[in-house]
């Protein structure tokens, strides 16, 4: 059994900067891409970054390109993601999950364990 834990959600003002980790217990994650959605209210859960399983390749959304950040470090079996210029729009619940395939994947089907989320807010 894999558990996914967030961390580092809060309140940010625009502009401003949070870095989300996300720490697994059970299988190591350096045996697997993962990645990063979120979803915001009223709204579908979106793709946001991914990295694969040695950290050397990311792929991300188009609306955080450029401004977010994936990152991981299998020594501690976490997956971060710094998020720089944070604007109205990014304001969510942030997900990490572990992929079954590519890390570049935007499908959550492709995704089959997924953390407990945490909340993201931005004031303007």
């Known amino acids: 059994q894999v558990q996914l834990v967030e961390s580092g959600g809060g309140l940010v003002q625009t502009g401003g900067s949070l870095r989300l980790s996300c720490a697994a217990s059970g299988r190591t994650l350096s045996l697997y891409p993962m990645g990063w959605f979120r979803r915001a209210p009223g709204k579908e859960r979106e793709f946001v970054a991914g990295i694969n399983r040695g950290g050397f390749s990311t792929d991300y959304g188009d609306s955080v390109k450029g401004r977010f950040t994936i990152s991981r470090d299998n020594a501690k079996n976490t997956v971060y993601l710094q998020m720089n210029s944070l604007k109205p729009e990014d304001p969510a619940v942030y997900y990490c999950?572990?992929?079954?395939?590519?890390?570049?994947?935007?499908?959550?089907?492709?995704?089959?364990?997924w953390g407990q989320g945490t909340q993201v807010t931005v004031s303007s």
């Open positions: 999950a572990r992929s079954r395939g590519n890390y570049g994947d935007f499908r959550e089907s492709s995704y089959d364990y």
